[in-house]
T-cell receptor, first 117, second 119 residues
Framework: AQKVTQAQTEISVVEKEDVTLDCVYETRDTTYYLFWYKQPPSGELVFLIRRNSFDEQNEISGRYSWNFQKSTSSFNFTITASQVVDSAVYFCALSEAFYNQGGKLIFGQGTELSVKP | GAVVSQHPSRVICKSGTSVKIECRSL??????MFWYRQFPKQSLMLMATSNEGSKATYEQGVEKDKFLINHASLTLSTLTVTSAHPEDSSFYIC???????????????FGEGSRLTVL
């Protein structure tokens, strides 16, 4: 069975601090996709990244970076120099990579990040 | 701009009434759409997979007679919460996959969500 665990329910940091959000997943599939989404108070999901299981390269996008390690089944997300606007709930998600079913996501419990000025 | 649109964004209804939520893909055809439910302070849980021209596939524990899903066209899926009760109050979000052909490499788009409050 597939499962995504985000052990950190809430994180509070002060602006400009770096923060890492953890994500551990379980799957028996050899081909799968991992995602990170941001959910601000308005509720809509903001796409951050998608990574397939064959691509273990770390990725950096501005202040955001992701560390994918298949050996530990983790896909962690780091925000460098956090800002108040980063305050939101962040979800890690997993999907199988079958045709037309790739949109069937299993979400983690979410981590609520609060960045204080 | 949004490529998947949900309507209404907010709805308040009385207990016992039925509510319909629409999910539209605006500039692509989606043979498959997905419906999720999110209770306050909780994660998103997949309710069902909506298949164009055929019956929806429901996840375990989701009542198909309670949550009617219709995917009558390649750009529209609807979720109807029948005889709604306060415990159905939740945030409902749809998603659609824009396929690129071949094995799944499509982009996934989420609607803005619909917040249902049943009094």
């Amino acid at each position: 069975a597939q499962k995504v665990t985000q052990a950190q329910t809430e994180i509070s940091v002060v602006e400009k601090e770096d923060v890492t959000l953890d994500c551990v997943y379980e799957t028996r599939d050899t081909t799968y996709y991992l995602f990170w989404y941001k959910q601000p108070p308005s509720g809509e999901l903001v796409f951050l990244i998608r990574r397939n299981s064959f691509d273990e390269q770390n990725e950096i996008s501005g202040r955001y970076s992701w560390n994918f390690q298949k050996s530990t089944s983790s896909f962690n997300f780091t925000i460098t120099a956090s800002q108040v606007v980063d305050s939101a709930v962040y979800f890690c998600a997993l999907s199988e990579a079958f045709y037309n079913q790739g949109g069937k996501l299993i979400f983690g419990q979410g981590t609520e990040l609060s960045v204080k000025p | 701009g949004a490529v998947v649109s949900q309507h209404p964004s907010r709805v308040i209804c009385k207990s016992g009434t039925s509510v319909k939520i629409e999910c539209r893909s605006l500039d692509f055809q989606a043979t498959t759409m997905f419906w999720y439910r999110q209770f306050p302070k909780q994660s998103l849980m997949l309710m069902a997979t909506s298949n164009e021209g055929s019956k929806a596939t429901y996840e375990q524990g989701v009542e198909k007679d309670k949550f009617l899903i219709n995917h009558a066209s390649l750009t529209l899926s609807t979720l109807t919460v029948t005889s709604a009760h306060p415990e159905d109050s939740s945030f409902y979000i749809c998603s659609a996959e824009r396929l690129a052909g071949g094995p799944w490499v499509g982009e996934l788009f989420f609607g803005e969500g619909s917040r249902l409050t049943v009094l």
